[in-house]
């Protein structure tokens, strides 16, 4: 069978909500990542395919139990994937990496701690959450904003490769370890997200890109998400979108924590007190395979692949 260092990998497909992943364990034998290999492994006509690449690693910080590292289906590495996550439990407990829960887990801007239910859900403390526009990256010189509750609009204009504007839409920034755009919609359903959503992900006030959320508001406790994100394009769930959009809703008043938020995968389970953020959801296991990456690598045609810049 040979080993993950003669380029044979074991991998499992995941999915949380419908956001769909390949997870890597990088703990019994390491695993050397690379944008081509990532690109290779999202690939849904001629890789496995997945929205994210998960890889398990040995942790460098003292109070973790594992580095948990996230690549985007272009190849680009990312801070935090809410969804993998809480993938990222059931994996270590499933291969019997470990027993321990709750787990603490190493992202590239610091520590998460995670717990499986009895149900098989599992929640997550998400982090630290920040609302200022540079921490985000983002330039909002000579925008018009507005206050609205607790919470800062951005008004952002919009603008085709032609340079013509197209619209101009409020946006409010949420950093959570990854950054978020959240915008709210009258109907979710028939907003253009794929249209729009690529004009704010790649907006070059936006230093690292962006994840565009697109959210409607049912009731004050209820929410219909759609979201675009950096590097993977519209996913059926994001789960730090998920958060974003619900802190974003209770700071201007329009939301009352806790909040159910539906997916086109299912539904999500968000806290949040005005500082912290919790949120709860499943995580299922599809099946398990190998794979030899270099070549698969080689066999896919260069023109099916995009990488962003």
């Known amino acids: ?35 081509q290999r990532a690109r290779a492994l999202a690939h849904r006509q001629f890789g496995i ?3 994210q690449i998960l890889l ?8 973790a139990d594992f580095r948990y590292r996230i690549f985007n289906s272009d190849g680009s590495e990312v801070e935090h994937c809410g969804n993998g996550s809480r993938c990222f439990v059931r994996f270590v407990h499933e291969q019997k990496l470990s027993s321990r829960n709750p787990l603490k887990a ?46 800062t609009l ?35 359903d028939t907003t253009p997200v794929r249209q729009i959503g690529p004009l704010i992900e790649s907006h070059p006030r936006f230093a690292k890109r962006v994840n565009a959320g697109f959210m409607q508001v049912i009731d004050r406790q209820t929410i219909y998400l759609r979201v675009y994100e950096r590097g993977a394009g519209e996913t059926l769930a994001c789960g730090t979108g998920a958060c974003a959009a619900v802190a974003a809703g209770v700071r201007r008043g329009i939301l009352d924590s806790p909040v159910k938020v539906r997916t086109h995968g299912g539904w999500l389970t968000i806290e949040f007190d005005g500082a912290q953020l919790r949120m709860t959801g499943p995580a299922t296991t599809v099946y398990s395979g190998q794979i030899d990456i270099d070549k698969l690598v080689a066999s896919i045609p260069a023109s099916t692949t995009q990488e962003k810049p």
């Not at 991998?11 to 890597?24: E, I, R, S």
């Open 1 to 35: 069978m040979g080993d993950n260092t003669s380029m044979i990998w074991n991998f499992t497909k995941m999915h949380g909500a419908g956001n769909d992943f390949v997870v890597l364990d990088g703990v019994r034998s390491p695993i050397e990542m690379t944008p």
């Open 49 to 51: 395919g997945c929205d």
């Open 56 to 63: 398990v690693e040995n942790p460098s910080h003292p109070e």
């Open 106 to 151: 190493e992202i590239a801007t610091g520590l998460i701690t995670l717990n499986e239910l009895p149900s098989g859900d599992v929640t997550v403390d998400m982090g630290q959450t920040r609302f200022d526009p540079t921490s985000l990256g983002f330039d909002v010189a000579g925008l018009t904003s507005k206050t609205d509750g607790i919470d």
């Open 154 to 188: 951005y008004e952002l204009p919009l603008t085709t490769q032609d340079g013509s504007v197209t619209k101009a839409v409020w946006l409010s920034l949420v950093q959570i370890s990854n950054p978020h755009a959240v915008q709210v919609v009258v109907d979710v």
